[in-house]
């Protein structure tokens, strides 16, 4: 599944946005055993490649025992239908002669003076292009739902700290702007006193009730500040991650 296109894997082009969010530079120098290998994932025959290196794809890939470049491992790294050379004396494709292999001589006919092999993928099929749109699709979904749900976190927080757990509190520390009734002045005692407890009994109840409502929300509020600190600090991010990886390649 990796080594071709597919809904299940990232496309040359979200490789590529992937670089340029989380650059992973290459070592000073290619490892011994290895060629570095600069990918257009777009090219116009005629162009110069190297005025255009942000726009590349990088990677050292391993060498056959004869010096080879299987080119198998270059379509696998980045999901190409196909993927060739850059002759950079011609500015046209190279055509190998040994197909999908680039030799040892050829390497470094084709190698920068920096020892880079410059390549491109090639016009893909209709089928993988539509492969790709049908991803993009899925994932720009993926997005949106993602960000829905952080919206109505943040939406959920503003409304207990307005309205919830800072409502209580005032209530709780000036019952007199609470909405409580002070009492009835001037009333007989006696039944100012079975009113008074009547009310108190109420009151217990409705205290009882707002404390365990107050409870609620303090907890509510717990969470969701652990839920934004997890979000912010790229813990949720690395768990999404995950769950691209495992879902869709993403």
Known sequence: ????????????????????????????????????????????????????????????????????????KVKGKWALERCSAIDLERMQPFEERCKGRLSLLALKVLADSKGVVWMYEPTPSKDTI?????????????????????????????????????????????????GADPGLPDVPQEAHSEEAADKENIGEAKGNKSSATLYQQQRQLVFFAAFLFLFF??????????????AFGW
């Open 233 to 246: 600090s790229g813990a949720l991010g690395r768990y999404a991650q995950f769950g691209r990886d495992l």
């Open 130 to 178: 539509s492969i790709r749109e049908d991803r993009l699709r899925i994932v720009r979904q993926y997005d949106a739902a993602v960000e829905r749900i952080l919206e109505a976190t943040l939406g959920r927080l503003s409304k207990l700290l307005d309205n919830g757990v800072v409502g209580e509190s005032v209530s709780h520390y000036y019952p007199e702007h609470s």
């Open 1 to 72: 599944m990796g080594n071709r296109p597919s809904i299940f894997v990232r496309t040359p082009q979200e490789h590529l946005e992937h670089m340029w969010r989380n650059p992973s530079p290459l070592a000073h120098s290619c490892p011994p055993g290895h060629v570095r290998v600069y990918l257009l994932p777009e090219w116009t025959p005629g162009k110069n490649p190297m005025k255009e290196p942000w726009a590349a794809l990088k990677n050292d890939f391993v060498l056959e025992p004869a010096g080879e470049l299987d080119l198998k």
